[in-house]
């Protein structure tokens, strides 16, 4: 049956790295009825977070402060849109998990843990569980039983859930103790929301748990307690925490309660679909199908496609971020790589070039202070358009400078979070634009190495999309990346493409469409732009790659152990 349009609308919430986007959409088409950004409070401030040492944490309140400012203000719309929303669906960076307590909830609301970093969500980003990663890939590779590695590309990231877990409780003995179990970002939402009154009850999400937790159908749920009591003992009751059973986003975690109805003005009893990770969602916004690769391009990138079951034993891919059935479309295999930085790696040299603007120019006493912070801010946004515009003039072959974006580790393929990034063939003729025009190779070359691990490993690609902030922004960066990969690189006609996929979950969870694919002919976004290859530029490329991988092979040669 088609959907009347203004009949049924659905919501999708993108939690970012620094912000909310909550888009409201009507069901029958996918066009946008509202939407709203709201940047997280604590977060913005730089609170409870280490740069220097990599750690990265957010404060759940945070998250409640957006999930009631972004809907709050679509709600406010009025009743005749509000009384039709039929689903909401809510997808969240990750793995971003938190220690909580016996209810699910976070211990960082609890009055004696709401100021301690080790009781608050652990951002994707957060690099300081590298030594309990490396602690958890030696015990799988020794324990005498199955390597639970092995749907998770072979070796465990310190990116993920069990590390942040056992970093936490290294971290503060307090929060161990206190923990009854360990919870997602993308769970809690869906649990607050649905008025889950236990962490039993919650309905963990299979894009999670699959991806970034161990748990393969396989092993019958996630490794279990006697490999984890090998490994620290504080784990088994998490392990036992977490149950077996895993679920796909398709499925409605449970009904919007009244005790959040009534705080973010909505009627109660919408569906609430299980949660998942934003990369996932976002990929299905974005058209991902079988040999079709979308690329969810912002801070960092995460790669995903999809592909057909294989019959008989599982083919495993060496060096990804996992391969979970279902976690991205349920029938399909689900299939996830990427980057660990990405447009940090161009932010990374913004703020290199701004350092003189905010260290000299308070202290210029010939002008006003308003003046200052005026020049300083026109300065900020004005500083990347300008250097693509004239990086874009630079000749690849001429430049000879070579970058290695592993700024902030190396995410796939074959994670190593502890690895740098580096620039070589710097000479006195080598300024801002040369370098910047070589961040933005590298990033592609990155993009590269994940398309021939891919292919290497037997998963067909086809065709690329790319969504998100840079995709959207930086012709240049697509422009070098079709290049680079010598593929078209698609770009859909989406602002919002990753709460676009969530909000399509939302549709499905609803009922208004039988299937992820039915939902995402109706409403997802077309194609707006297509960046094709140019033949002697791909060339080019071809040989700087070979620079890029030898500069990579050094590097990692080179590189000692954390704390050595």
Same mark, same amino acid.
């Given at each position: 049956?088609?959907?009347?349009?203004?009949?049924?609308?659905?919501?999708?919430?993108?939690?970012?790295?620094?912000?909310?986007?909550?888009?409201?959409?009507?069901?029958?088409?996918?066009?946008?009825?509202?939407?709203?950004?709201?940047?997280?409070?604590?977060?913005?401030?730089?609170?409870?977070?280490?740069?220097?040492?990599?750690?990265?944490?957010?404060?759940?309140?945070?998250?409640?402060?957006?999930?009631?400012?972004?809907?709050?203000?679509?709600?406010?719309?009025?009743?005749?849109?509000?009384?039709?929303?039929?689903?909401?669906?809510?997808?969240?960076?990750?793995?971003?998990?938190?220690?909580?307590?016996?209810? =699910?909830?976070?211990?960082?609301?609890?009055?004696?843990?709401?100021?301690?970093?080790?009781?608050?969500?652990?951002?994707?980003?957060? $690099?300081?569980?590298?030594?309990?990663?490396?602690?958890?890939?030696?015990?799988?590779?020794?324990?005498?039983?199955?390597?639970?590695?092995?749907?998770?590309?072979?070796?465990?990231?310190?990116?993920?859930?069990?590390?942040?877990?056992?970093?936490?409780?290294?971290?503060?003995?307090?929060?161990?103790?206190?923990?009854?179990?360990?919870?997602? $970002?993308?769970?809690?939402?869906?649990?607050?929301?649905?008025?889950?009154?236990?962490?039993?009850?919650?309905?963990?999400?299979?894009?999670?748990?699959?991806?970034?937790?161990?748990?393969?159908?396989?092993?019958?749920?996630?490794?279990?307690?006697?490999?984890?009591?090998?490994?620290?003992?504080?784990?088994?009751?998490?392990?036992?925490?977490?149950?077996?059973?895993?679920?796909?986003?398709?499925?409605?975690?449970?009904?919007?309660?009244?005790?959040?109805?009534?705080?973010?003005?909505?009627?109660?009893?919408?569906?609430?679909?299980?949660?998942?990770?934003?990369?996932?969602?976002?990929?299905?916004?974005?058209?991902?199908?079988?040999?079709?690769?979308?690329?969810?391009?912002?801070?960092?990138?995460?790669?995903?496609?999809?592909?057909?079951?294989?019959?008989?034993?599982?083919?495993?891919?060496? =060096?990804?971020? =996992?391969?979970?059935?279902?976690?991205?479309?349920?029938?399909?295999?689900?299939?996830?790589?990427?980057?660990?930085?990405?447009?940090?790696?161009?932010?990374?040299?913004?703020?290199?070039?701004?350092?003189?603007?905010?260290?000299?120019?308070?202290?210029?006493?010939?002008?006003?202070?308003?003046?200052?912070?005026?020049?300083?801010?026109?300065?900020?946004?004005?500083?990347?358009?300008?250097?693509?515009?004239?990086?874009?003039?630079?000749?690849?072959?001429?430049?000879?400078?070579?970058?290695?974006?592993?700024?902030?580790?190396?995410?796939?393929?074959?994670?190593?979070?502890?690895?740098?990034?580096?620039?070589?063939?710097?000479?006195?003729?080598?300024?801002?634009?040369?370098?910047?025009?070589?961040?933005?190779?590298?990033?592609?070359?990155?993009?590269?190495?994940?398309?021939?691990?891919?292919?290497?490993?037997?998963?067909?690609?086809?065709?690329?999309?790319?969504?998100?902030?840079?995709?959207?922004?930086?012709?240049?960066?697509?422009?070098?990346?079709?290049?680079?990969?010598?593929?078209?690189?698609?770009?859909?006609?989406?602002?919002?493409?990753?709460?676009?996929?969530?909000?399509?979950?939302?549709?499905?969870?609803?009922?208004?469409?039988?299937?992820?694919?039915?939902?995402?002919?109706?409403?997802?976004?077309?194609?707006?732009?297509?960046?094709?290859?140019?033949?002697?530029?791909?060339?080019?490329?071809?040989?700087?790659?070979?620079?890029?991988?030898?500069?990579?092979?050094?590097?990692?040669?080179?590189?000692?152990?954390?704390?050595?």
């Amino acid at each position: 049956m088609e959907l009347k349009k203004g009949e049924h609308y659905v919501m999708g919430l993108d939690y970012g790295s620094d912000s909310c986007r909550t888009v409201l959409i009507d069901a029958a088409d996918g066009s946008e009825v509202g939407m709203v950004v709201m940047a997280y409070p604590r977060w913005a401030k730089g609170l409870y977070c280490r740069p220097g040492i990599n750690r990265f944490r957010q404060h759940p309140q945070d998250y409640i402060d957006v999930l009631e400012g972004t809907v709050g203000a679509l709600s406010r719309a009025g009743t005749e849109v509000t009384a039709k929303i039929r689903g909401i669906a809510i997808d969240t960076t990750g793995s971003t998990p938190c220690a909580a307590d016996r209810r =699910g909830m976070p211990l960082a609301l609890e009055p004696g843990f709401s100021e301690n970093p080790s009781a608050m969500f652990v951002l994707w980003k957060d $690099h300081t569980a590298v030594g309990e990663a490396r602690r958890i890939n030696e015990a799988a590779r020794t324990w005498g039983g199955t390597d639970f590695t092995k749907f998770s590309g072979g070796a465990y990231s310190a990116e993920w859930f069990w590390a942040k877990a056992l970093r936490v409780f290294d971290e503060d003995p307090h929060v161990a103790e206190a923990a009854a179990t360990v919870i997602e $970002h993308c769970d809690w939402m869906t649990a607050l929301l649905t008025g889950a009154p236990d962490a039993a009850s919650i309905k963990r999400s299979r894009c999670a748990m699959g991806h970034k937790a161990m748990w393969h159908a396989e092993f019958g749920g996630c490794p279990p307690a006697d490999f984890w009591a090998r490994l620290d003992k504080r784990l088994v009751k998490i392990r036992e925490s977490l149950g077996n059973e895993t679920y796909t986003s398709d499925k409605a975690a449970g009904l919007l309660c009244a005790h959040w109805a009534e705080r973010l003005g909505l009627p109660e009893g919408i569906p609430v679909a299980v949660g998942a990770y934003d990369a996932h969602m976002g990929a299905v916004g974005g058209g991902v199908k079988p040999g079709r690769l979308v690329r969810v391009m912002g801070t960092s990138t995460c790669d995903v496609i999809v592909a057909p079951k294989a019959p008989g034993e599982e083919p495993l891919v060496r =060096g990804i971020c =996992g391969q979970v059935d279902g976690s991205v479309i349920p029938g399909l295999t689900g299939y996830e790589a990427g980057q660990s930085a990405f447009g940090d790696v161009y932010a990374w040299f913004k703020k290199l070039l701004l350092w003189p603007i905010e260290a000299l120019l308070p202290h210029i006493p010939a002008v006003d202070q308003s003046a200052k912070e005026k020049a300083a801010q026109t300065l900020a946004k004005l500083i990347l358009p300008a250097l693509e515009k004239e990086a874009a003039l630079v000749e690849p072959s001429v430049s000879g400078v070579v970058a290695l974006d592993w700024l902030n580790g190396r995410r796939t393929p074959d994670a190593d979070q502890t690895l740098s990034g580096a620039l070589s063939g710097l000479t006195l003729d080598s300024d801002a634009p040369k370098i910047y025009r070589a961040l933005i190779e590298s990033t592609a070359f990155g993009a590269r190495a994940i398309v021939e691990r891919f292919r290497e490993q037997g998963v067909p690609i086809e065709s690329i999309a790319g969504v998100g902030g840079v995709a959207r922004r930086s012709p240049l960066a697509m422009q070098v990346l079709a290049d680079v990969l010598n593929m078209p690189i698609e770009i859909p006609a989406n602002d919002q493409t990753v709460a676009l996929g969530a909000a399509i979950f939302a549709a499905v969870a609803a009922g208004l469409y039988p299937d992820v694919p039915a939902a995402q002919k109706a409403v997802g976004s077309p194609v707006e732009t297509v960046y094709t290859p140019n033949p002697a530029l791909v060339r080019a490329y071809d040989k700087i790659y070979g620079c890029y991988k030898a500069l990579g092979a050094f590097v990692e040669s080179r590189n000692l152990p954390q704390g050595a």
